[in-house]
């Protein structure tokens, strides 16, 4: 069954703490990507990744960390300088590098709130 | 700065009626334009890309145009069906970056 598969669906971070967040895909998809999604908008690139070891930044990565160890997997860690984390949060890949010419598949999402 | 606008916000029709959503965009230098689909809580699935020397795309009941020069794509369904009820975002790809409008919640009521 091939795809993208984000966990856990649900994240709860205390203040201060630094969480992470799984995406693996198994579509042997070079490029992987992390979105942030709020309320009633449209989705903010975090980071993405061309390429196993190397990573850019998007227009939001402040307080955000990534690293791509494997090719399939691309772990997302919010962190504790993060001030706003409550948000929706999808990993996506494509087939190759120049990913704007190709379609991005998504996971199904992460939620995560702040207690 | 690429801004992507799409309105309405959200949409409520009868089932059975076409309908067409618009995206609207500030920079027309892109290479592709995607629609989305979203339903509450999960992931988006691409609905249809059309590649920036195209003029349109159609996939069963949804077809899909791209107007560069005035920076306007559309989203047409026809005879829209309860189960097409949903949040639908347009995104514009250009350099590494894909760019999303704020989509249009679509209600089709039975």
């Known amino acids: 069954d091939g795809g993208i598969t984000q966990s856990p669906k649900y994240l709860f971070r205390k203040e201060g703490q630094n969480v992470t967040l799984s995406c693996e895909q198994n579509?042997?998809?070079?490029?992987m990507y992390w979105y942030r999604q709020d309320p009633g908008q449209g989705l903010r690139l975090i980071y993405y990744s061309q390429i196993v070891n190397d990573f850019q930044k998007g227009d939001i990565a402040e307080g955000y960390s990534v690293s791509r160890e494997k090719k399939e997997s691309f772990p997302l860690t919010v962190t504790s300088a993060q001030k706003n984390p409550t948000a929706f949060y999808l990993c996506a890949s494509s087939i190759s590098a120049g990913l704007a010419k190709n379609i991005q598949y998504f996971g199904a999402g992460t939620r995560l709130s702040v207690l | 700065k690429q801004e992507v606008t799409q309105i309405p916000a959200a949409l409520s029709v009868p089932e059975g009626e076409n309908l067409v959503l618009n995206c609207s965009f500030t920079d027309s230098a892109i290479y592709n334009l995607q629609w989305f689909r979203q339903d509450p809580g999960k992931g988006l699935t691409s609905l249809l890309l059309i590649q920036s020397s195209q003029r349109e795309q159609t996939s069963g009941r949804l077809n899909a145009s791209l107007d560069k020069s005035s920076g306007r794509s559309t989203l047409y369904i026809a005879a829209s069906q309860p189960g097409d009820s949903a949040t639908y975002l347009c995104a514009l790809g250009a350099g590494n970056m894909l760019t999303f409008g704020g989509g249009t919640r679509l209600m089709v009521k039975p």
């Open positions: 579509l042997n998809h070079d490029a």
